[in-house]
């Protein structure tokens, strides 16, 4: 049996995403980019019009996670919004981010 990555629930051999987490199964490439608080929105949008995110997690200098995005195909506009909002927030509070973005393979 395969196990998810995050929660270490057994998953059917044909699943696609974890049932308890949600985090998606198979091969996926993590990529890390270090940005200072004023470039965090418009690196997010620049990986945004990239298309191939999954997941955009934002973390502090110290590692611990101030939002996770959940990327969708249909991910636009009104959707948007709010997680723009959100990351404006986000960069008030912070002086630097790790931005990690998950990545179908």
């Known amino acids: 049996m395969v196990s998810c990555e995050k929660c270490h629930t057994e998953l059917p051999e044909t699943a696609r995403y974890c049932p308890s987490c949600g985090k998606s199964v198979g091969m996926t490439v993590m990529e890390e980019f270090e940005v200072t608080s004023d470039e965090l929105v418009k690196r997010i949008k620049e990986i945004l019009d990239e298309g191939n995110a999954t997941r955009i997690i934002v973390e502090n200098e110290q590692g611990k996670t101030l939002l996770e995005i959940p990327v969708t195909i249909g ?13 404006g927030a986000v960069a008030a509070i912070a002086t630097k981010c790790k931005i990690r973005v998950e990545k179908k393979a």
């Open 75 to 87: 991910l636009v506009g009104v959707l948007l919004a709010p997680w723009l909002a959100a990351l």
